[in-house]
C-alpha cells in the first residue's frame, strides 16, 4: 500500500489533525506524580472545507413523473477525490510518498536532535520522545523529587499538613531550578520517594517473606539459594537504597550473599545511581542499558522489580471500522512545517498483531467493539464517524512480558503501577500528556507533541495485563517443552495500594497524629501485580 494510498484512507476515514490545546491545573501529589514544562508556540489549525458524510442522490422514476422518495447514499459508497476534502491534498500525498519511516532506535544511532519529513509508529514516535539520549524527556528534562531527610509522620498532624510540607518544598526546587538555568525542568514524584524509607522496606518484607516461604533449599544443608534481585528504571535508587539497608539491619544472613541488579535505560540516571549508592552496598551492580535490548538468560531464580516504570512504556493507537470492526494502526507523521499529524493504515505491524491475537486469546473485547448493534446503529446516522475512539495497546508492556519469561524463566515479578489517571487525552487506555509552565501543570490533549518536553504516561488494566503476563507464560513453557512445570504455574495476584501495605507495612511508623495513614490513603489509584 503506497503512502499516496495511505493518505487518501485517512481522509475516506475523516481523521484531521488533532488541535494542541492546553488547561492550567494546580499540582496535587495525591494524583499527579509528574510535572512538565511549555514547549514550543502553537500553530493554528488548519481549516478544511465542510463536507457531508450522506449525499442525496434522487432518481426518477421512469414511467410516473412524479420523482420517487429521495435515498441516501453512504459517502463510504462514492469515490472520493482527496481535493474533496483539502485543497493541499495531493501535496501532502506526495510528501507521504517521499516520507520515510523510522524506529525510535533509528533515530538513537542517527540523530542528535528531533527530525522532520518522517514517519514514526506511535509507539516509536512516543518511545524516541521518552528515551531518546540527547533530546528525551528522561534524559535531559526530568528530576524527580526527593526529600533530604524522611517524614516524621508520627509528629505530623494529619494527611492536609503532610500536603503542604510536601508542596512547600515543591514550590522551593522550582524556583531553585527556574533560577538558575533557562533550561526548564521538570519535577515529579512517586510513592518510593514520598513515602521514604518505609515503602521500600515494605517491598523489602514482601521479599523476604516470599524468599523465605518458597525459596528454602530442601536439602539436608538447610542451606538457601542466594538472594538475587533485578530493578527495571530505577530512578534516584531510593528503592535499592531501602531495600538493602533493611536486609543489612534486619537480614543479614540474606544480605551477606545478596545480589541487586539495576537495568536503567538513563546514562545520567545510572551515573548518579552509581556515584551516590554504590560505596555503600559493594553488592550492587548498575547495568546502564533498555529492558528491551536485553537479550542473555539468567537461570537462577531472582526477583524483578518494576516500580511505576510501565507507565513510560511506549503504547500504539489503533482505530476500528465502526461497520466491520476492522483495525487501523496509527503512526505519527512529522511534516516539514513542524506540524504533526496522525495517519492511518490496515494493521500489519507484527508487535501490534501478536498483541491482538494474544487479547482475543484471553477472551477480551476491546471497549470499542462491545456494542456492535450500536454500531451499526449509529453508522447510518447523518453526519456519524465510520471510525471508532482511538485504543491505545500497551505494546511495549507486552514486549516486557515477552523478555521477562525468555530471558528471566524463573522469574518473580513486583510490579506496581497506576491504574487510573486524570486528565487523559480522548480515547480508550489513553495518556496523561502534561508539562510545566510557572509551577502549575498544564495537560495537553495529544501525544503530538514536541518531543522531549512533555511526559507521556499511561493507566494500566492490571486484569487485562494478568491474564496477557499468563499466557505469554503458559505459551514459553510451551516453547521451552517444560509441560511438568507448567502445572505448577499459578496466576498473578493482583492487590491495591492498600491491601498490599496493610499486609507488608510497618503501619505504626507512617501513622500521622490524626490516626490518618498516607502509606495507606494516598496513591489509592495505585496497583500491584506479583506472579
Known sequence: MSYKNCWQLRLR?????PVHTTKSTTPRPGLFKKCTYATHPQKDKPKLPKFETFVKTPKKDPIKEKKAPTEFTPMSEIPISPSFFAEDSDARAKEADAMQRY????CRRKFSKPQRNIQMLTREFIHDSLYHPQYG???????IFSPDQAYDFNSIRDGAELLSIVGEQYHEIEQELDDVSNIPRQLWHTPTELLKPWYGRSI????????RA???????TGTHAPLIMYEVGAGNGTLMMNIMDYLCENEPDLYVNCQYKIIEISGKLARQQQKQWQQKHRNVDIINASIFEWNKVVDERCFFIAMEVIDNFAHDVVRYNTVTGEPYQGFAALRRDGEFEEWLEPVNDPVITRYLEAREAVGYVSPCLRHPWLRQLRSKLPFAPNLTLPEYLPTRTFEFCEILHKYFP???LILSDFHRLPDTIPGYDAPVVQTRFRGSMVPCSTYLVQPGWFDIFFPTNFELLGDIYWLVKQQQYKSNDNTDNNSSMKKPRILGQR?????????????TRSGENPILDFYENNTFLLS
Open 137 to 143: 524527556y528522561f534524559s535531559k528534562h526530568a528530576l
Open 103 to 106: 524506529t525510535a532506535e533509528d
Open 214 to 220: 518458597k525459596w528454602t533449599n530442601q536439602e539436608s
Open 499 to 511: 491491601d498490599f501495605a496493610q499486609q507488608h507495612a510497618e503501619l505504626k511508623r507512617t501513622r
Open 204 to 211: 523489602a518484607r514482601y521479599i523476604v517473606q516470599e524468599y
Open 13 to 17: 476515514l475523516g481523521v484531521q489533525t
Open 410 to 412: 524463573k522469574h518473580h
